[in-house]
């Protein structure tokens, strides 16, 4: 299976290498011949669009997003939340939680925990309530030729606040 990007939009597309054998015998001699052709077979582009699963868990404040599935050649490159581009290894050393997620089939999922009490995460107090917002945007390439793939998603959570009942 492979991926390809067009137009911000993710693509795959699959290819087998199948081998022909054709067998055929003279009829005086007895003999084979054998004559093999290997060719390439590859399908048409298919749409694929990924899923998000927000998870975010109120009581633990944390926001926690799944987005999946891809092809193994898809790589999560960076992640841009409310307009800071963070590496992987930034979002982790800043104590985010990101996973990359295998299936036993090859596809992969990517996963995501933001603490509420990350600088990052928009806070609005309204009426006993407290909204936490987050803007991200997932960066992911795909290896074989480095197409950009981005996908944004906009996270909310509202939470009362422990004095107001």
């Not at 492979?2 to 081998?19: F, G, H, L, R």
């Not at 990052?120 to 795909?142: D, I, P, Q, R």
Request: hydrophobic share 40%; glycine share 6%; aromatic share 10%.
């Amino acid at each position: 299976m492979q991926s390809a990007v067009k137009d911000n939009e993710y693509y795959t597309s699959y290819t087998i290498a199948p081998m022909l054998e054709l067998l055929w015998a003279e009829d005086m001699t007895g003999e084979v011949t054998r004559y093999k052709v290997l060719f390439s077979i590859t399908t048409p582009l298919a749409h694929m669009q990924p899923q998000l699963i927000d998870d975010t868990v109120q009581g633990e404040h944390l926001f926690r997003v799944s987005l999946g599935t891809f092809a193994a050649d898809v790589v999560w490159w960076n992640i841009t939340l409310s307009g800071v581009v963070l590496s992987v290894a930034e979002c982790n050393a800043r104590g985010f939680n990101v996973q990359e997620l295998g299936s036993q089939n090859g596809f992969k999922t990517f996963t995501l925990q933001v603490p509420f009490t990350d600088p990052l995460v928009l806070k609005t107090n309204e009426e006993g309530t407290t909204l936490y917002s987050l803007h991200l945007v997932f960066g992911l390439h795909v290896l074989h030729d480095s197409s950009p793939l981005a996908y944004a998603v906009d996270l909310e959570s509202r939470v009362v606040d422990q004095g107001v009942l």
